[in-house]
């Protein structure tokens, strides 16, 4: 940053580059240090001679804006230099014109909806990977202006293999992108459904998209004030520094039971086979600052010659309410043929919720709960034992990389394994046998695969 009390510039090099691109979408940083917040703070500065122009700059939630060296903190130093007016109360500035630069959060996925009926000329995401898709494309929506000032979007961001985002920016920060962009290259895209189309420039709608790169080394104010910086990155341990460092968008901390190359993709299920729908609910309350689980609905499928196909994969973190909802519209979805597979949680309260489901949600529809007893890798094992021998197929669609990049690291801690709960579970509960270690386990295999009027006898194993 160039600052004096009448001039504030973006330093040569990535940051100059970011605010002058025209694209409609811009994403910017990819590396831990190249000058982020301030390219963000100061892009909305160019328009503050219109009375009318707006910016809003979304951060998760608001501690992240509140916090030491956070957004609020650091705009404090640029923005009264041009006579701007803050509200810390409503974390808002207002410029002698009128104009207004605001920042805010979506915490809840719920909360995107607080901005229905706005018009924002500017749009802003600081570290996009925080948020979900859902809550960038509905903003996206909210992202216009009678101003004067073409509406666009910018935003900020750390590699994160596992973020939709990497989907959204693959040509420039996924490696196996099979038509690789330059930084600083602009493309046009269209959405189809969930999906993204790069199209011609010119196409109808389209929107224009580029991504900026840029690291620790093209931030040399802060390499000048903090020489120590690098060895600190270069300190981390061997993912995160790849990451935080060299931006690398594809470092994953891979396990033992699954790999990326043993899985085939196709572009859809077989006509004929025996499916269920397998859901692992998530019975971790969603908290500020916490990581909780995801409530995860996966729609296995295994034809007559023993292939196995992952069809679809529901992953989301609501509330009870509304995954009731979304388990009914599913169901519905998947039609009656589709058996449904709930994992039941230990205890008089996991009870109660499979007798609510069986008897309230999914009344009709082929509903059996599945307990189980045997460690989450020893769950897992079988349907290692088939992706590890190319029997494993995935339909191509938007959760394909979230699923990939949950399994490659299993079993690992500092991952959610969500995911592979529900495939091993599906997979165990349409094969022979699959994690049964009791009597219980045998009943509820047995009525989940071929006696589904079985009472509650015990069978000898």
């Not at 000058?35 to 951060?59: Q, S």
């Not at 199209?199 to 709608?205: K, M, N, S």
């Not at 394994?417 to 509820?444: K, P, R």
């Amino acid at each position: 940053m160039a600052e004096t009390t009448d001039r504030i510039s973006p330093q040569p090099g990535p940051q100059t580059e970011f605010l002058a691109c025209p694209a409609d979408i811009v994403g910017y940083g990819g590396s831990a240090g190249g000058g982020k917040t301030f390219a963000e703070l100061i892009e909305p500065l160019r328009h503050i001679h219109n009375p009318r122009f707006n910016a809003v700059i979304f951060r998760r939630n608001s501690e992240q804006i509140r916090q030491s060296g956070g957004l609020w903190e650091a705009s404090q130093s640029i923005y009264p230099l041009l006579g701007a007016k803050g509200r810390e109360q409503t974390l808002e500035w207002r410029f002698p014109t009128g104009a207004s630069i605001r920042f805010d959060s979506m915490q809840f996925e719920r909360d995107k909806l607080q901005f229905q009926g706005a018009e924002i000329a500017l749009l802003e995401f600081d570290e996009l990977t925080h948020f979900s898709e859902g809550q960038f494309w509905y903003l996206v929506s909210r992202n216009r202006t009678t101003c004067g000032v073409r509406p666009y979007i910018r935003a900020t961001f750390n590699p994160d293999p596992n973020s939709w985002v990497k989907r959204l920016f693959a040509p420039w920060v996924d490696r196996r992108y099979p038509n690789p962009a330059k930084s600083g290259e602009i493309r046009w895209m269209l959405r189809d459904g969930d999906s993204i189309v790069w199209v011609e420039p010119g196409t109808p709608d389209a929107k224009s998209v580029t991504f900026i790169r840029s690291t620790v080394y093209d931030n040399k104010i802060l390499l000048a004030k903090d020489p120590g910086y690098v060895a600190s990155l270069k300190a981390l341990p061997l993912i995160d520094r790849m990451r935080l460092l060299d931006g690398d968008w594809d470092a994953v901390e891979s396990g033992n039971m699954f790999r990326r190359e043993w899985f085939t993709f196709v572009d859809r299920g077989p006509a004929s086979a025996r499916r269920i729908r397998y859901w692992d609910l998530a019975s971790t309350e969603v908290k500020e600052g916490k990581d909780p689980d995801w409530t995860v609905g996966l729609l296995l499928a295994i034809d007559s010659d023993g292939r196995i196909y992952v069809e679809d994969i529901i992953r989301v973190r609501e509330s009870p309410g509304t995954i009731e909802k979304l388990i009914r519209s599913t169901a519905e979805m998947d039609g009656r043929t589709v058996g449904i597979r709930i994992e039941q949680e230990p205890g008089s309260s996991g009870k109660i919720v499979i007798d609510h489901y069986t008897r309230h949600v999914l009344q009709g529809f082929d509903i059996r709960p599945i307990k189980v007893s045997a460690s989450k890798t020893d769950r897992a094992k079988p349907i290692s034992a088939q992706c590890e021998a190319g029997n494993v197929y995935l339909v191509r669609a938007h959760w394909n990389n979230d699923f990939i990049n949950e399994v490659v690291p299993f079993p690992n801690p500092n991952v959610h394994d969500d995911q592979v709960d529900t495939f091993s579970g599906a997979y165990s509960t349409l094969s022979l046998g699959g994690w049964a270690e009791s009597s219980s386990d045998l009943m509820d295999l047995a009525r989940a695969l071929y006696l589904p009027n079985i009472g509650d006898e015990t069978i000898d194993s």
